[in-house]
Each structure stands twice: as C-alpha cells, then as structure tokens.
C-alpha cells in the first residue's frame, strides 16, 4: 500500500508549502501530493484552491488590494484573491498561511515562512528525495475557460522532468474525467479518477479505459469496492485520513484490510506506522 501525502504533510505545516513536502518526505511518504492551478501567465502552482484568501497573507498586502474580485467557479460564487489574477513573480512575493488555524493551531507558528510552491519545484525536491509526484488539476474547466488550461502545461512539465513513461514515478489525478482524457493522450504517466459521494457515479469500465487507478472518499469504500476495482484493472487510492479522524489507526487498518493500494493521508507518519505494523503481522 503507497502512501501519498495529503496536500504535503498538512495536519504539521500549512500546506502546499515545500516544508510540508519536506516532512512527508521524512516521514516515509511515498509520493507527495501537489494540488495544482495556473497563475496569469501560465505557471502551475501548489494549492488546493485558486482562491489564496485562506491559503496566504494576500488579505494583509495593501499592493494587492485592488486584485480582490468576485468569481464563480464550477458553479459556486468565490470572493477573495485569485491566482489567476497574479503572475508568478507576484504570487511568490506572498507568505503560506494555515488553512484551517481553528483545526490545527500549531502550524500558525509556519504563518509567513514559505512561498507558494511551482510545480517544478515540487518535482525538483521529489527528485531529490526519490519519491514519486501525485498531482491533480483543480478547476480545470475554469482554468481552460480563461485561456490557462493545466493539462498542456502539465504534460510538457513531465516530458520535460522525464516523467511522462507509464513507469513514471507519477499519478496524475482529477475529478474531471475530460481533464484525465487529455492527459491520456499528451502523456503516458498513469491516471487517477478522483470519485466522491457528491458527484455522479461513474462505471469502473469506463474508467479503465483512461485511467490507472480510482481515487475513492473513503465513505465510497465498501466491503466489495476494492475487489471490484481490482476485477476491472484499476488500483484504488482512497482519501483522505486525517489525524482528527476518530480512531486513526484503527480506521487505517480497516482500509488495509479492504485491499486499497494506497491512502491519502494528511499525516504520513500515522500510515507509515499502520502499513509497518501491518507488515509486521501487528
Ligand atoms: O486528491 C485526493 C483528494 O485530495 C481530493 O480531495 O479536495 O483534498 O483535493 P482534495
Ligand atoms: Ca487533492
């Protein structure tokens, strides 16, 4: 069972921030998980939302006052700051700040020691660390729409890095079945169809044939699932596990014994344990 870690290791550094990555790494993850979007001029960077309102101090910065705007996006109404309405020299002056402070106070103590991370950065320090890169394209209807579409980008970044083989040590993954077909056809790496109880079921069959892999809310994770999945070619990574879940490893444990092959995991540490112990016959 791989272990990709959630946004980085989220639950200890505010995340998408290369210290996050950092700390999955050293806790043994075996792929760091960038949620991506497009800046102005076309650059992918790490973030779960394009809205940076919650996610850096962009609020606080009077340069940047008259960038607030008003923005649907998939259908929902957004007010805040957006990257696309930055470059990429001017998103990297801003400061990561904790998502979710009530949740995990701790990692304000990080408020506005890291920049927002680029792609290539994130592949760079995969590298470095020899781990593998999961990626996902947010938005990527909106982002298209706008003239910034994050497939094209994407896979030229992977071709570039040397990562665009089937035996790449890459999952690109999206909720967007057409963002996944695109990427079938500009790379080889292999796919992830992200799934969730709010969203329309989709056939494993079809599935198959653009992708690698399904990508399931763990709620979606029946007693059947994986071995269905598994009957139809496709691996299963289910998320996302978080240490304020009841019961952590004990949940953990059960999604082993389901027979997914991977978890998103918001702390790393806690399923590098659970998957040892496991090893272990524990
Ligand atoms: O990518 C798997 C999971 O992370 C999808 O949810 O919203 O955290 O990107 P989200
Ligand atoms: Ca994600």
């Known amino acids: 069972m791989i272990v990709i870690a959630h946004r980085g290791a989220s639950a200890y550094r505010p ?16 792929f760091i998980e960038p949620d991506l ?4 001029d076309g650059e992918l960077v790490a973030r ?4 940076v309102t919650q996610t850096t101090d962009v609020a606080s910065r009077p340069e940047f006052a008259d960038r607030r705007a008003t923005r649907t996006i998939d259908g929902r109404e957004h007010d805040g700051w957006f990257t696309e309405d930055f ?3 001017e998103l990297r002056t801003l400061r990561a700040t904790e998502r979710i402070p009530d949740v995990r106070p701790a990692n304000g103590a990080f408020d506005g020691r890291f920049t927002v991370p680029t792609l290539q950065e994130v592949i760079d320090l995969a590298r470095r660390a020899d781990v593998g890169i ?9 982002f298209r729409s706008l003239g910034l579409a994050l497939e094209e980008p994407l896979a030229a970044a992977l071709r570039r890095n ?3 083989r089937p035996d790449a040590p890459v999952f690109l993954q999206s909720f967007d079945p057409d963002s996944l077909r695109r990427l079938a056809a500009l790379v080889g790496a292999p796919r992830v169809q992200l799934t969730a109880p709010s969203l329309p079921a989709l056939e494993l069959e079809d599935v198959a044939g653009y992708a690698q892999a399904i990508g399931p809310e763990k709620r979606q994770v029946s007693a059947t699932f994986a071995g269905e999945a598994h009957r139809a070619g496709l691996l299963v990574h289910a998320w996302v596990f ?13 999604f082993m014994e389901l027979g997914v092959d991977g978890v998103f995991a918001d702390h790393p540490d806690t399923a590098v344990a659970v998957r040892e112990a496991w090893a272990r016959g524990r």
């Open 162 to 164: 040397h990562l665009d």
């Open 48 to 51: 779960h939302e394009n809205d």
């Open 134 to 142: 999961y990626p996902e394209t947010k938005h990527p209807a909106y």
């Open 87 to 89: 470059t990429l020299a």
């Open 37 to 40: 979007v497009a800046t102005r």
């Open 15 to 30: 995340e998408h921030t290369l210290a996050a990555y950092e700390l999955a790494i050293e806790m043994g993850a075996d």
């Open 242 to 254: 978080r240490p304020e879940d009841a019961d952590t490893e004990a949940e953990l444990r059960r």
